[in-house]
């Protein structure tokens, strides 16, 4: 990547198990963290030692927009607008927003990855697939051929979107779940955790896997 704003230091926001991810991918890759925005106690994680750590979001404002890029470590939950919420603040202030591709993960070259977007160990992103701004595809989640992932998605671990699906933006797709091929998603919508999505979505619709009944003899 030639673009030298991708060499700057970071700001990581959020101190939790998405954001320990995320900080862990960059320190591989030889990043300079300079300050972790959290005001939880983090000194249980180890991969935050020797980071400076701060409490609030204001903190951010400490440091000089055009020499730092930030990265939202909040993880995103399912029709909650607290990450895009933080993330528009600081965009609006001038603040830029770094693209997390993990050295693990197989992004093919003739992909399109937005800025903001996080892409974790293991993930895969086929041809001609693209990463809407901000959003998340998370541990072994596969985004095949010709997919087109909306803006502030979360596509969670191990889920697989097949070839030529398109979501919305603020989808949830949930850990092991699958959409079948040629599907929309509609804004807000939410795939849960191991459902098998045969049809299209509408906008804030909800589908949940049919749930086992486990009956035990007294």
Same mark, same amino acid.
């Not at 000194?43 to 903190?59: N, P």
């Not at 830029?96 to 977007?117: C, H, M, N, P």
């Not at 990463?131 to 992932?149: F, L, M, P, Q």
């Not at 889920?159 to 998603?185: M, P």
């Given at each position: 990547?030639?673009?030298?704003?991708?060499?700057?230091?970071?700001?990581?926001?959020?101190?939790?198990?998405?954001?320990?991810?995320?900080?862990?991918?960059?320190?591989?890759?030889?990043?300079?963290?300079?300050?972790?925005?959290?005001?939880?106690?983090?000194?249980?994680?180890?991969?935050?030692?020797?980071?400076?750590?701060?409490?609030?979001?204001?903190?951010?404002?400490?440091?000089?927009?055009?020499?730092?890029?930030?990265?939202?470590?909040?993880?995103?939950?399912?029709?909650?607008?607290?990450?895009?919420?933080?993330?528009?603040?600081?965009?609006?202030?001038?603040?830029?927003?770094?693209? !997390? @591709?993990?050295?693990? &993960?197989? #992004?093919? %070259?003739? /992909?399109?990855?937005? =800025? +903001? $977007?996080?892409?974790?160990?293991?993930? !895969? @992103?086929?041809?001609? &697939?693209? #990463?809407? %701004?901000? /959003?998340?595809?998370? =541990? +072994? $989640?596969?985004?095949?051929?010709?997919?087109? @992932?909306?803006?502030?998605?979360?596509?969670?671990?191990?889920?697989?979107?097949?070839?030529?699906?398109?979501?919305?933006?603020?989808?949830?797709?949930?850990?092991?779940?699958?959409?079948?091929?040629?599907?929309?998603?509609?804004?807000?919508?939410?795939?849960?955790?191991?459902?098998?999505?045969?049809?299209?979505?509408?906008?804030?619709?909800?589908?949940?896997?049919?749930?086992?009944?486990?009956?035990?003899?007294?």
């Amino acid at each position: 990547m030639s673009n030298p704003a991708s060499k700057l230091p970071i700001v990581l926001i959020g101190g939790g198990g998405h954001a320990s991810v995320l900080a862990e991918i960059l320190l591989t890759q030889g990043r300079d963290i300079l300050a972790v925005i959290s005001p939880d106690d983090v000194s249980q994680r180890s991969v935050f030692k020797g980071i400076t750590i701060l409490e609030k979001d204001e903190d951010i404002l400490n440091f000089d927009k055009e020499k730092v890029l930030l990265v939202n470590g909040i993880g995103m939950m399912p029709q909650s607008g607290f990450k895009q919420k933080i993330n528009e603040c600081f965009l609006s202030l001038g603040y830029q927003f770094e693209t !997390i @591709i993990a050295d693990s &993960a197989l #992004v093919s %070259r003739f /992909s399109k990855i937005e =800025t +903001g $977007a996080q892409i974790l160990p293991m993930a !895969i @992103i086929q041809t001609g &697939a693209a #990463v809407g %701004r901000h /959003s998340i595809v998370n =541990t +072994g $989640a596969v985004v095949e051929h010709d997919c087109k @992932i909306g803006a502030y998605n979360h596509i969670a671990p191990k889920a697989t979107l097949c070839g030529q699906v398109e979501t919305k933006n603020n989808v949830y797709v949930g850990a092991g779940s699958t959409v079948i091929q040629g599907l929309s998603i509609g804004c807000g919508a939410i795939v849960g955790a191991g459902a098998n999505l045969t049809q299209s979505l509408k906008e804030n619709s909800v589908v949940y896997p049919a749930r086992a009944v486990i009956k035990t003899n007294s």
